[in-house]
């Protein structure tokens, strides 16, 4: 399973840190994911850190400004969203799935609960 941690109220511009522990997990073997849902809107992909190490970012507007890492050790995936904007706004969830990244939502097995992000203008 995996459990997020994390989250918050900000104002535009500030920034906030976003943590998935897996628990259960080789990340030798699981990618793990993080997805955001705004009010009334499909849940989307933000980005994703593979099984084998590195980083996809599927949102243009992120870009430069989340960075997706992980930390071997502490079997976490944080996510680091610096300039936050009001559109930013969503429920964040991490997923986790075996082996390679994907945008497909439905490929993913195991889901945290999710950590509300609120950025006020």
């Known amino acids: 399973q995996v459990v997020e941690s994390g989250g918050g109220s900000v104002q535009s511009g500030e920034s906030l840190r976003l943590s998935c522990t897996a628990i259960g997990l080789n990340l030798v073997y699981y990618s793990i994911g993080w997805f955001r849902q705004a009010p009334g809107k499909e849940r989307e992909a933000v980005a994703c850190?593979?099984?084998?190490?590195?980083?996809?970012y599927y949102i243009d507007s992120v870009k430069g400004r989340f960075t997706i890492s992980r930390d071997n050790a502490q079997n976490t995936v944080d996510l680091q969203m610096n300039s936050l904007q009001p559109e930013d706004t969503a429920v964040y969830y991490c997923?986790?799935?075996?082996?390679?990244?994907?945008?497909?939502?439905?490929?993913?097995?195991?889901w945290g609960q999710g950590a509300q992000v609120n950025v006020s203008s």
């Open positions: 850190f593979s099984n084998s190490g590195g980083p996809t």
């Open positions: 997923a986790s799935r075996y082996l390679l990244c994907t945008d497909d939502v439905d490929r993913y097995v195991y």
